[in-house]
């Protein structure tokens, strides 16, 4: 894999500031946001009274603020409902996507490519950050997200300056990729997307994101109950896992999963999203598909549109 650059300025990026910003997230979503640390951040779930998404969001910890970024149109819909709970906080939200472009950055060698460019960056854990660039690139913030089977890097960017970061990576071997390829390379790491792979019909731990996202140490949020419940079960009744198909085509969201051939195949999952995985000459497809618990493990074998595949 060659180390790929990704435009996702679509991207939504909303700063909280107000001292009480870090008490109100950490009541509101599935993470531990009170141990964060500048420089630091997570992954949480948004979830409401019942256990359900309302969005995947990814939080990064700054000396003042809290920056919060999602999928294109978390704005719209998260903070109508955050600040539906606002009542004497001092508590700020300001939806910043327009002043800031997003370039992802992924690829075996892409720590190496950013350090040769002046962007120490070698330590960073997942989803730790710097706050600042380099006369080289300017950014507003560079944020390890690894995202993609690979070093992944989030760069926030002036959407002014969107351009010249973009030539100085493509300069130091940095290859402009394809939606197409991002989807590949993200379905192959089992990273799902809000509004496409989750959906507030999703129970938070059936989105595979439990280890990542959830926190069954933190205390009281909107959510908690119905989610700690089910950590004491043991399980979700269906799960979001990777299928690989034997042959195409591909197929399409919404296309139901059997155990068995038809006549007697019983629905057992659905597709949500797919691509292609390129294995030397031949085309395989690739999907995200929930499926139920006892088939959301390795080595399962189950049948897409009378199709043969294997649960990764």
């Not at 919060?68 to 600040?83: K, N, Q, R």
């Not at 009542?87 to 350090?115: K, M, W």
Request: hydrophobic share 40%.
């Amino acid at each position: 894999m060659p180390e790929f650059l990704f435009d996702v300025s679509n991207r939504t990026q909303i700063e909280i500031t107000g001292r009480d910003r870090v008490k109100f997230l950490h009541s509101f979503c599935t993470n531990d946001i009170k141990k964060l640390q500048p420089g630091q951040g997570c992954e949480a779930f948004v979830t409401n009274v019942n256990g359900k998404v309302l969005g995947h969001i990814f939080v990064f910890a700054e000396r003042d603020s809290l920056w919060l970024e999602s999928v294109a149109g978390t704005a719209t819909t998260l903070l109508p409902h955050l600040d539906r709970y606002l009542i004497t906080e001092d508590v700020r939200f300001a939806d910043r996507s327009a002043e800031f472009a997003e370039l992802l950055l992924a690829g075996p060698q892409s720590t190496e490519l950013l350090e040769r460019l002046g962007l120490i960056v070698a330590a960073l854990p997942r989803y730790g950050h710097l706050t600042n660039g380099t006369a080289t690139l300017p950014l507003r913030s560079i944020r390890r997200v690894d995202w993609l089977d690979s070093p992944t890097w989030l760069l926030s960017i002036p959407a002014a300056q969107r351009d010249e970061v973009q030539r100085t990576l493509t300069q130091a071997g940095a290859q402009q990729a394809t939606d197409d390829e991002f989807h590949s390379l993200r379905i192959a790491n089992g990273f799902p997307l809000y509004g496409i792979d989750i959906t507030e019909e999703n129970l938070a731990q059936e989105v595979g994101r439990t280890a990542l996202a959830i926190s069954f140490t933190k205390g009281c949020y909107l959510g908690q109950e119905p989610i700690a419940r089910i950590d004491a079960m043991g399980h979700v009744n269906r799960q979001l896992c990777r299928v690989e198909l034997g042959s195409g085509p591909l197929p399409t969201p919404g296309t139901p999963i059997l155990d068995k051939p038809a006549p007697d195949g019983k629905p057992i999952g659905t597709i949500t999203s797919s691509a292609w995985k390129r294995l030397g000459d031949t085309d395989k497809p690739l999907a995200l598909a929930y499926l139920r618990s006892g088939f959301a493990k390795s080595g399962s074998l189950v049948l897409v549109d009378g199709h043969a595949a294997n649960v990764l």
